[in-house]
């Protein structure tokens, strides 16, 4: 089974994931990769809308009504701090997004931490480390591997994660 880069954590009756990265680049070039659609494209998914203070954003990651994620920016303080509401697919309830990034010698740490996960949705966990995968790949010019089998690869040691919160929490 594939081990995690994410922390798997209790978020009330929710859970959580933070998983932080390393980048080799400029704060300012990761911050440009994770808040302007053009890049993000590149990378991550299509993303519309507003993705400054209050703005609302939406992305699309396919077709349907179920690979849609809309959300709104609580907080927007370039090149360090990004907080926004998410909401996947029709009819969700909202969680919290924080991707935060901070310099260090002649990289750049990117700390994201997703709450509010319903707990039937570990693969949350699973697709950010994948996504945040292809952003490394993106920032060093690589070729972006595929991320549904990076997902795929990542959701039983997840899963195993999460049952081993809910084995301590019943404890």
Known sequence: MASIAGELRLDGERLAVRIERRYVATTREVWDAISTPERLRRW???VSGDLRQGGE???????GDDNVSHGRVIDCQPPS?????WSF???ADDSI???ELASEDEHTILTLDHRGIPTDQIGYGAGWEAYLDRLDAHMGGGQLGDWWEATSRLIPAYSAAAAALDADREH
């Open 97 to 99: 997004l924080v991707a």
């Open 57 to 63: 954003f939406g992305v699309v990651f396919g077709e």
């Open 81 to 85: 701090r990004l907080e926004v509401t």
């Open 44 to 46: 991550f998914a299509e």
């Open 89 to 91: 697919g029709a009819g």
